[in-house]
């Protein structure tokens, strides 16, 4: 995350230098010195509010998507509200998942949180992916 190289010791020529040789330059600059910083895989986060009745609670299937729930609280008679960080590709699905659980009377609402570390199973699963996405190229 936030990598910057700087070209020194160059020339400018108005024919021969454009754009795209420096965005080259700068890849190849990380290429050079990627493998040397041993990176990470980072995932976005996002943070999720559900609302559904408290007789769905339980059954939501969030224990499966990975969510750390933050806090649990009633919003209403017969509502409660989970608040959760939960990794942006277990949220597949997930509205049509709540929608159907809760006979569509829940609902959610999600704002991006940050970036975290991988896991290193989901990290050697996208790694595997590139390569054979780069090996048939």
Known sequence: MDFRAECYDGSYHDVDSNEMSFKMAGILAFRNVAPKARPV???PLMD???WARTTFWGRDGRSER???ADSRNRAGRRLTKVK???PEAEL????TTLHSITHGRG???QTFHGYAEA???VA???AAENQKEHAVA
């Open 66 to 68: 990975a969510a750390r």
């Open 107 to 109: 609902t959610h609402r």
């Open 124 to 126: 050697s699963r996208v």
């Open 119 to 121: 896991p290193p199973e």
């Open 92 to 95: 597949y699905k997930y509205s």
């Open 48 to 50: 999720v509010e559900t």
């Open 41 to 43: 895989l980072l995932e």
């Open 84 to 86: 959760a960080i939960v």
